[in-house]
């Protein structure tokens, strides 16, 4: 069982940064890929980026590549979301979520799910 908060969102103006954090508890959260997802009003959750198990390997939505950079510290059982240039169309609930599947885009393959934290970039 793997237990995750977010936290670091707010209401930011178009072009600064944010730096999103997602804190585990429970064993074994070295083993897990962590990504994060978003979910604007009215649309579905949308997978951002994902983050092997050993931080070697991401995979990105191509809208924030460049801009966004997903990391993890395994010490502290930690994953970051550092957001930079943001935009409106960014402005959603942004999710992180564990899977036991490296390089997963699909958010049926991850299993332990944050409550999410509030993204809104105005213009």
């Known amino acids: 069982q793997v237990t995750l908060v977010e936290s670091g969102g707010g209401l930011v103006q178009a072009g600064d940064s944010l730096r999103l954090s997602c804190a585990a508890s429970g064993r074994a959260f070295s083993s897990y890929a962590m990504a994060w997802f978003r979910q604007a009003p009215g649309k579905e959750r949308e997978f951002v980026a994902t983050l092997s198990w050993n931080g070697f390997s991401t995979v990105y939505l191509d809208s924030v590549k460049g801009r966004f950079t997903i990391a993890r510290d395994n010490a502290k059982n930690t994953v970051y979301l550092q957001m930079n240039s943001l935009k409106p169309e960014d402005t959603a609930v942004y999710y992180c979520?564990?899977?036991?599947?490296?390089?997963?885009?699909?958010?049926?393959?991850?299993?332990?799910w944050g409550q999410g934290t509030q993204v809104t970039v105005s213009s």
């Open positions: 979520a564990a899977s036991r599947r490296d390089g997963a885009l699909n958010s049926r393959d991850y299993t332990f």
